[in-house]
Structures are given as C-alpha cells and as structure tokens.
C-alpha cells in the first residue's frame, strides 16, 4: 500500500508559476512509476505526465509540453511538477498517482492522492 499527499496548489494569475509536491509514504517509491493527473470541473480526468522509476524517462501531454517538467528526489519520496507560464486552462485538480509500469492511461494507476486545487485567473 502506498499513501499519497499533494500540496502546493493555489489560485495564480496566468502567466506564473507553480510547484506541486507529491509525497509518499513508503519506502518502495523508487519501484513506482509516478504520474500527474488533472482534472477540470464537468470534464474527465486527464493523464499530465509521467516520470519512470529512476527519474531518467518523462512524457508529458502535448498542451503542457515545455512548460511543466515533472521530477522525483527518491530519497525524499517526492514527486514534483513544475508548473511554468500557467493558462486559465491549467485550471483543475491536480491528482499525482503511483503504477508499477511507465504508461499514460489512469487505468493503469493502482494508487491515487485526494488531489490540491490549482486556479489560474486572466
């Protein structure tokens, strides 16, 4: 079992930044592949990025690619998401999640954090 709490969400005006945190309760984080996820109110969760279980392979949906940069400290357990340049579409929970395999689909993500509140205004 692994446990997952988000922090660092905030309402931001567009065009600045955020760093979301992930930590994870146990000692196997490095065996995980870690995703992000969003989801916006009325819409379906959506894969953001994804880091491999050393931090070596990333990959990242297109409308976030050179903006956000997803990082992991093992030693730490933490999961980071670097949020740059942030658009009022940004706007949405922001879910970090642990898979035993490198994949983008939330079906293939056995554990899930409760989610932090990112708003970006104009």
């Known amino acids: 079992q692994v446990q997952l709490v988000e922090s660092g969400g905030g309402l931001v005006q567009a065009g600045s930044s955020l760093r979301l945190s992930c930590a994870a309760s146990?000692?196997?984080?490095?065996?995980?592949?870690m995703g992000w996820f969003r989801q916006g109110p009325g819409k379906e969760r959506e894969f953001v990025a994804v880091i491999s279980f050393g931090g070596a392979n990333t990959n990242y949906v297109d409308s976030v690619k050179g903006r956000f940069t997803i990082s992991r400290d093992n030693a730490k357990s933490t999961v980071y998401l670097q949020m740059n340049s942030l658009k009022v579409e940004d706007t949405a929970v922001y879910y970090c999640?642990?898979?035993?395999?490198?994949?983008?689909?939330?079906?293939?993500?056995?554990?899930w954090g409760q989610g932090t509140q990112v708003t970006v205004s104009s």
């Open positions: 999640a642990a898979a035993s395999s490198f994949q983008t689909s939330r079906r293939g993500y056995d554990y």
């Open positions: 146990g000692r196997a984080f490095s065996r995980y592949a």
